[in-house]
């Protein structure tokens, strides 16, 4: 009997324990005046120079202020640059300077200051140094500088507007110490008690010189990779914003967040090998228009996306100035199409397509390799861990992907000029190199959208890529924020956020 | 005494030395591409060349690792590729978390699972075969869907806990507990399966022997018995249990820890390893094996403290 006592005695003061924690405190309930942001990457280093744009473009505009504002439609307004003059090349910009910034550090900004963060940039090697290669930055005076850009660049405000202008504490440019620990002059101030690839906790900076872009008292980054994760997060109120995808967001939606939605992305396939130096049978240009007859976008979609975006063979977004809705109907699904061009091709037999696989892909890959069987293409998977690498690493001839739609240079630059990052093999031929002459001789807006309207019809004509549907970004918010998309960005800017007051 | 201890560190040295070296190996073989990973999207073939000769990934294999063990031993881990950030530091702060983690689990395992076998081995009928139910579906139920039906319970549907995150003790020990609450949860109901019946056979096996009868005749109170008694002689059996679930806890709470995005080694041991931050791995690597020598030898010496006939001469 005691024995039995004693039992229950320990049983029931674990019990009890437990109500003890269960009733001590409910779950954390963000304040109005709190942002917190579950986000899908995390900071690789806090020097400006290393600023992708996308999801982590965001943790940047905490710290950091740059030369000139992206506005959420797309358009450039004055930032620490409060003027600018672009010459008739687009080679070279002239930057007039606010005056009476300073840095969190206490360091005032200047044209120093700019200059030595523009050449931390153009030599520093990050994610998109390669813009600006060969370029130079020079003081004019005490509050201006000078751009000067080795080839011309039409776009070169996205790019000062988004990750290239980004200006550290001139005390700080080039230490170790930024790399982990950021100096700016940007709304929010970097708070020790984050804890490095895993949360960023940021205070408003009390100094900051426009408070309209500074809406929260506390702004905080929780990096979180498992989407359930962040659906758990946002329903139980511990995030007010995250991204999810199409699988999640009827359940999100369902929980009362409020669903934004907006593309960036295309989804499709990627035929690199245009000469045929990896697979000879991408060469031939029926061939590839073949893959793009042998697929049933409308099925995908529906299958894979839930209905979810829009069937295009178009790389280039509805708003880039550039997209043909008549060619969104140049290849309707036909296998029978399909194989007569690959009988015409000397691929009456088919052919063995090497693809990088991962389980990420399915249930796509298993369609994708139906739809190809059913013409006698036989996709062998090869798997990988590292799927990026192994598309990048210029081993295959095709590849799936979820490619960003820029604005149409931007995405020209990324996919089809010949030294395209996303141009593996880095194919052109005739249309392509004399676009890209045309370009560089004559930057104007008006060459640049009549010189990419021909290089969209030409690549989607030739079967470069095969776009499958754009993807629409699933952005949740709660109750308490509300958010704008931002144009040409993975997640809205960090200023689009607002408190409602609820 | 001393000879034993010094024995088991000279031989966790070399464990430790074959263990990162295969590791190391290993990832060269798995090639991630880093400056890839590093550079993003954008980044172009040149680029991609000069990230790699600037973290020396255009070295020899046998060169980078010898450079790596050799500051290794000096314990310098170096720096993160992805974050910069001291691999020590990061470890150590990490670990804290992991570790409270997988002690707190263990210790109310310890408890739970003592209390369960106990009374399986002492009252058998229902209550053993209770013990053998919760046994089997501990094992049959994965930790993860236990997590998520537990958040969806008492953080979403009933918002007592935090479905997420981690709040250090020393700026709120309330909301400590709070965070600790489910991801303990969940890992407690698969080690107290697979503990609580090891703990009952070492019982059972103990209350059959012939000096526990002896005790019995002789008029001792049971529960002197039970506790004073055989709870020692069974507890060799449940502390190495409890060793080896200690062991495989530190790679079992990698998923637990990314579910409630618990910023703790298993959870910096994935994403290290899926991005190829090979000097994040290496420290990982080293930590736990260190961790893994500890603790046996730790159990050892406990062992030989509760019961003489363990002591190793």
Do not use: C
């Not at chain 1, 409910?26 to 579950?38: D, E």
């Not at chain 1, 996308?54 to 710290?63: S, W």
């Amino acid at each position: 009997m005691k024995i039995r006592k004693r039992i229950a005695a320990i049983a029931a003061v674990t019990f009890l324990s437990s109500l003890a924690l269960a009733g001590g405190a409910g779950a954390q309930a963000a304040s109005t005046t709190s942002l917190t942001i579950g986000s899908v990457v995390t900071v690789k280093s806090w020097e400006p120079s290393q600023a992708d744009i996308g999801h982590g473009i965001q943790y940047y505009q905490a710290v950091y202020d740059n030369l000139i504002l992206r506005s959420p439609d797309g358009s450039y307004k004055p930032n620490l640059a409060t003027k600018w003059t672009i010459n008739s090349a687009s080679t070279a910009v002239l930057l007039d300077l606010r005056a009476g910034v300073k840095f969190t550090d206490g360091s005032p900004f200047n044209a120093d200051v700019a200059v030595k963060n523009l050449n931390a940039f153009i030599n520093g090697n990050g994610p998109q140094a390669a813009v600006f290669t060969g370029a130079t930055a020079r003081k004019v005076d005490a509050d201006t500088v000078r751009l000067t850009l080795a080839n011309p660049n039409p776009d070169i405000l996205y790019y000062l507007s988004t990750t290239d202008s980004f200006m550290a504490s001139g005390e700080a440019v080039g230490t170790d110490g930024l790399k982990t620990l950021p100096v700016g002059s940007g709304p929010y101030v970097y708070d020790k008690s984050s804890i490095a690839g895993s949360k960023v906790v940021l205070n408003a900076n009390p100094n900051y010189w426009d408070k309209s872009k500074q809406k929260f008292k506390k702004v905080t980054f929780i990096f979180m990779s498992d989407i359930a994760t962040r659906v758990n997060a946002l329903r139980s109120g511990q995030i007010d914003a995250t991204i999810l995808d199409v699988a999640n967001a009827d359940t999100a939606s369902g929980a009362g967040m409020k669903l934004t939605t907006y593309n960036t992305d295309w989804s499709g396939l990627l035929l690199l090998d245009r000469a045929g130096s990896v697979n000879p049978a991408l060469a031939k240009v029926e061939v590839r228009q073949a893959i793009a007859y042998a697929i049933d976008r409308t099925a995908l979609l529906r299958t894979v996306q839930e209905g979810k975006g829009k069937v295009t063979n178009q790389i280039f977004s509805t708003t880039s100035g550039v997209y043909d809705p008549s060619l969104d109907n140049l290849y309707p699904y036909s296998p029978t199409k399909a194989k007569a061009l690959l009988a015409a091709a000397g691929y009456a037999n088919g052919f063995t397509l090497d693809m990088p696989y991962g389980s990420f892909m399915e249930p796509m890959a298993s369609f994708l390799a139906t739809y190809l069987k059913a013409v006698k293409i036989t996709v062998n998977w090869v798997s990988t861990t590292d799927y990026r690498g192994a598309v990048l690493g210029g081993h295959y001839a095709a590849a799936w992907f979820q490619l960003f739609q820029g604005t149409a240079y931007v995405n020209y630059n990324l996919a089809v000029a010949p030294n395209g990052p996303r141009n593996i093999f880095s194919f052109s031929d005739s249309t392509t190199l004399a676009a890209d002459d045309s370009i560089k001789a004559n930057a104007s807006n008006a060459n640049v959208v009549a010189q990419l309207k021909k290089v969209n019809k030409h690549i989607v004509q030739d079967a470069w890529f095969v776009p499958f549907y754009t993807v629409p970004q699933m952005y949740f918010t709660n109750k308490r924020v509300s958010t704008v998309p931002q144009a040409q960005n993975a997640v809205p800017y960090l200023y689009n956020y607002a408190p409602t007051g609820k | 005494m001393l000879g034993f201890i010094s024995r088991r560190l000279l031989s966790g040295v070399l464990l430790l030395l074959v263990t990162s070296s295969v590791a190391y190996f290993l990832m060269f073989a798995s090639s991630n591409s880093i400056a890839i990973n590093l550079l993003g999207d954008a980044a172009t073939k040149d680029q991609i060349v000069a990230k790699e000769h600037e973290l020396g990934l255009d070295r020899p294999i046998l060169a980078r690792y010898f450079d790596w063990l050799g500051h290794a031993v000096t314990g310098n881990l170096g720096k993160s590729w992805l974050s910069s950030e001291s691999i020590s530091e990061s470890l150590l702060s990490r670990l804290g978390v992991t570790l409270t983690l997988v002690g707190v689990v263990i210790i109310l395992a310890a408890i739970i699972a003592t209390i369960l076998g106990m009374l399986a081995a002492v009252k058998g009928g229902w209550i053993d075969r209770l013990v053998q139910v919760i046994g089997i579906t501990g094992f049959a139920v994965p930790n993860f869907v236990v997590a998520i039906f537990l958040v969806t319970v008492f953080a979403i549907q009933t918002p007592i806990f935090p479905a997420t995150g981690w709040v250090p003790f020393s700026e709120d020990p309330k909301q400590w507990l709070m965070s600790l609450a489910l991801p303990v949860s969940a890992l407690v109901l698969g080690t107290v399966a697979s503990s609580a019946q090891q703990i009952r056979s070492a019982i059972k096996s103990v209350l059959e022997r012939d000096w526990v009868r002896t005790l019995k005749s002789r008029g001792i109170p049971q529960r002197e018995i039970l506790f004073k008694h055989v709870l020692r002689a069974a507890a060799p059996a449940g502390l190495t249990v409890l060793s080896l679930q200690f062991v495989g806890l530190l790679g079992g709470v990698v998923i637990i820890e990314q579910l409630f995005a618990l910023p703790g080694m298993g959870y910096l041991a994935v994403s290290s390893t899926t991005s190829g931050d090979t000097p994040v791995v290496m420290g990982v690597v080293v930590y736990t094996v260190i961790l893994v020598i500890v603790v046996n030898l730790l159990v050892d010496l406990l062992n030989g403290w509760l019961n003489p006939k363990n002591r190793v001469k």
